[in-house]
């Protein structure tokens, strides 16, 4: 049975007047401004947003900067957001705007689906903010809203449900005010009607219409399907540090490189750059097993200090890292080759010693890490990086 939600507008639109978070898209709602934004919140809290937000538009402040943009300081950018796809999709459908649609989102709604990244939520987002367009822009939070309004158990991961309720809405946006309905909707979705805990039913401005109030089944609605496991990894960290010894005229200093790896460019994180890593969770016994070839060849030149690190975990949408890092330090003993000669040897072995699978290394000083993304999964070892 549908719900008629008619009712529902006048009253979500004055409370939304009145009660508005202040945004920076919502103060300043252009085209560009409202699509980054509805990207970014997308797996993610507005008040994480905000900050990344501000520095991403300073960066790139319009479509043109972002088309044009390199990949490294894109994903920089986007270091910390995660789900980089969407950042590499902002960027894809940048470019097809400056080819295609002389550098402005197009205003039409239909055309906006055509762009990567971009589904009916984003597209119904930005031309009904923009263009004044009334569509609907439905979301885990309108879908949680509209499901207890009415008091439905359909269940919200299906597509023909979200289908449902956009031609429900579709048939009562307001003409004069598309963008603020659907904003009102999901503003009461993010601090009334919330996702995890009791909602706020009292502070809501729709409770009398409310069909979930009434009957007391809030906590009951919405219902979901259970998400699949996710599948557990265990991994191997490695940190390495090489301490080289810069001798001048008269004076010398010591200078710390680190390992860093860029990921394949497909898959989970690709294109990323990552710690050299090793499958399955290794015990110090066996990282001095695979370390033994190394430390054999160069055991004149450098002490080897292997230290245990603790372990992490970091979670995916469908994957679990489980990780286990060791901090291996190759301190140099005494002059040896040049930097770049030693730091190619070694690679190669540990490449030949299978500590790492690639022989590609870059070693980067501590100051240098802000121009690499190194995702947020190496959080719990990034700070030894000094």
């Not at 995660?82 to 197009?106: C, E, F, S, T, W």
């Not at 010398?252 to 990921?263: F, G, P, V």
């Not at 690499?372 to 700070?383: E, M, N, T, W």
Request: aromatic content about 10%; proline content about 4%.
């Amino acid at each position: 049975m549908q719900y008629d939600y008619s009712e529902t507008v006048e009253y979500l639109l004055h409370w939304f007047d009145y009660n508005a978070r202040i945004l920076r898209w919502r103060i300043e709602p252009s085209a560009y401004y409202i699509w980054i934004s509805e990207i970014m919140l997308q797996q993610t809290r507005v008040e994480a947003v905000k900050t990344y937000f501000d520095h991403f538009v300073e960066e790139l402040p319009d479509i043109k900067a972002l088309a044009e943009c390199e990949e490294e300081r894109l994903l920089k950018l986007w270091e910390g957001l995660g789900y980089y796809n969407r950042v590499r999709n902002l960027q894809k459908a940048a470019q097809i705007i400056m080819k295609d649609y002389q550098g402005q989102l197009p205003s039409d709604y239909q055309e906006l689906l055509k762009l990567p990244g971009i589904g009916s939520y984003t597209a119904g987002a930005i031309a009904s903010n923009v263009y004044n367009i009334p569509v609907p822009s439905v979301d885990g939070n309108v879908l949680r809203v509209a499901k207890r309004i009415a008091g439905s158990y359909d269940d919200i991961t299906k597509a023909a449900v979200k289908r449902q309720l956009e031609n429900d809405l579709r048939e009562i946006m307001p003409e004069d005010r598309p963008g603020d309905f659907n904003q009102s909707l999901m503003e009461l979705g993010a601090v009334i009607c919330i996702p995890n805990g009791k909602p706020l039913c009292e502070q809501c401005p729709v409770m009398h219409l409310c069909k979930a109030f009434q009957e007391g089944i809030q906590m009951k609605i919405p219902v979901k399907s259970p998400k699949k496991s996710r599948k557990i990894e265990d991994k191997t960290l490695l940190l390495i540090e090489f301490q080289y010894i810069e001798k001048k005229e008269r004076s010398e200093r010591l200078i710390n490189y680190y390992a860093i790896q860029k990921r394949m460019q497909k898959g989970l994180l690709a294109g990323m750059w990552q710690l050299p890593s090793l499958e399955g969770k290794k015990s110090t016994l066996q990282i001095k097993k695979y370390l033994q070839t190394f430390i054999q060849c160069y055991q004149n030149n450098f002490d080897i200090a292997i230290e245990p690190l603790e372990e992490s975990k970091h979670i995916f949408s469908h994957i679990e890292w489980h990780m286990k890092g060791y901090h291996i330090k190759l301190i140099q003993k005494k002059e040896s080759a040049k930097v770049e000669d030693a730091k190619a040897q070694i690679n190669e072995l540990l490449v030949y010693s299978g500590a790492t699978k690639q022989q590609d290394l870059t070693w980067i000083q501590a100051k240098q890490l802000k121009d690499y993304a190194l995702p947020s999964a190496f959080d719990a070892y990034r700070g030894y990086i000094q």
